[in-house]
C-alpha cells in the first residue's frame, strides 16, 4: 500500500474528485494506520535486536518492519471496509487498497494508467487494462474478481455496430434478458446441430455461466436500444485463429443484425486484439449463417477436421484490401 498522501492525483476524473471532507477523513485514517505499523514495526525489530548477535541486527530490523508493515495494511483495509459498509455513497473515492490488490497490480495501475481511486478503476474496461503489456489477463481476472467481492465491475467494453445497435460485453446482470431470448428461440437455435439452448435449461445455468466466465473469450450481446436481440463472442484456442460465433433471435433476423455485428466483431478482433486470421465454423446446411458469414468478408476455406459437416470460413484483414 502506499503511505503518500491521498491528495488529488494527476488525470483523476472531475467527476471523481475527492471532496474535501472525505480526503480529510482518508487521509486521517491513513496516518493513524501507518502510525500504528510503524510504531509495531519499531518495537518488533527492538525485540529481535535483542534476541540476535550485532551481525543480524539489519535483519532483524527489517523483520520487524515488514511486520508492522502487514499490521498497518490490515488496520487500513479493517477501516476501508467500515466506510464501504457505514457509507456506500463514498465507495468511488475509495483508494485501490479497500479491493486488497497485491502490490504488483496496484503499481502497474497507479503509476503506468493513473488509476488510483475505485471510482477511477470502474472507468476502465478490460480492454482499457489489458492494452498495459504488465497487465495481464490473470491479474484481470483477479482485479474483477476483487470488484464483484465488493459488488463493484469494470466498465463493459461496446463496440459500435449502427444507429441505436451495440455489442456489449457480458456482465452476470445480463442472464435473465439473456435467458430470455434463448428460452423464446428453442427450436430455432436448436437447428443444424448447434447445442446453445441445450445448454441453458435454467435461469439458474446462465447466472452459472456468466459468473464464470473465461479468459479466453471475448462474450458480447448485442444490444438493439433496450432489447437483448442476440449474441456474439471471440474464442481463443492454443495454436488457432481466433473463432467467431453468434446467434440471433428469429423475431430480429431480416433486419441486418447478424451481419453488421460479425463485421464490428471482426473489425475488433483485427483491430483492437491485433489477429491476422479470423474463423469461423458453421453447418454446411446452415445457408443463413453463411450467407451473414460470407457478407461479412469471410470466405469458405475448408471442413471442419473434427465435425466434417460443418464448414471453415476464414476472415484475413490483407485479403479484403
Do not use: C
Amino acid at each position: 500500500m502506499s503511505t503518500d498522501s491521498f491528495g488529488k492525483h494527476e488525470g483523476m476524473e472531475p467527476s471523481f474528485e475527492i471532496p474535501e471532507p472525505i480526503l480529510d477523513g482518508l487521509q486521517q485514517v491513513h496516518d493513524a494506520a501507518y502510525g500504528a505499523g510503524f510504531e509495531s514495526g519499531v518495537e518488533q525489530g527492538r525485540t529481535e535486536v535483542e534476541r540476535n548477535n550485532a551481525g543480524q541486527i539489519a535483519l532483524a530490523k527489517r523483520e520487524g518492519y515488514y511486520q508492522g508493515a502487514d499490521e498497518q495494511r490490515q488496520h487500513f483495509l479493517g477501516v476501508l471496509k467500515h466506510l464501504e459498509t457505514e457509507h456506500p455513497e463514498i465507495v468511488p473515492y475509495l483508494p485501490l487498497d479497500a479491493i486488497d490488490l497485491n502490490d504488483r497490480q496496484q503499481r502497474v495501475l497507479e503509476r503506468r494508467m493513473g488509476v488510483h481511486t475505485l471510482g477511477q478503476l470502474m472507468l476502465k474496461t478490460s480492454q482499457d487494462l489489458t492494452k498495459d503489456p504488465l497487465f495481464g489477463w490473470r491479474s484481470l481476472k483477479e482485479v474483477k474478481d476483487k470488484l464483484e467481492q465488493h459488488g463493484l465491475r469494470l466498465a463493459p467494453v461496446e463496440i459500435p455496430v449502427d444507429e441505436g445497435i451495440v455489442l456489449r460485453e457480458v456482465y452476470p446482470s445480463d442472464s435473465a434478458a439473456m435467458f430470455a431470448l434463448i428460452d423464446r428461440n428453442r427450436t430455432h437455435l436448436s437447428q443444424h446441430g448447434d447445442d446453445t439452448a441445450a445448454k441453458y435449461q435454467s435461469p439458474e445455468a446462465m447466472v452459472e455461466r456468466n459468473a464464470n466466465q473465461h479468459d479466453r473469450e471475448w462474450r458480447f450481446n448485442i444490444w438493439d436500444g433496450d432489447s437483448n436481440v442476440g449474441f456474439a463472442k471471440l474464442t481463443r484456442i492454443i495454436g488457432q485463429p481466433l473463432e467467431i460465433g453468434y446467434y440471433l433471435g428469429s423475431e430480429f433476423q431480416g433486419r441486418g443484425h447478424a451481419t453488421k455485428a460479425v463485421v464490428a466483431l471482426t473489425s475488433y478482433a483485427t483491430e483492437s486484439l491485433r489477429q491476422t486470421k479470423v474463423i469461423a465454423k458453421v453447418a454446411k446446411s446452415n445457408a443463413a449463417s453463411l450467407a451473414v458469414l460470407q457478407r461479412a468478408g469471410y470466405t469458405i476455406t475448408g471442413e471442419d477436421p473434427r465435425h466434417t459437416d460443418n464448414y471453415v470460413l476464414t476472415f484475413e484483414p490483407e485479403a479484403q484490401s
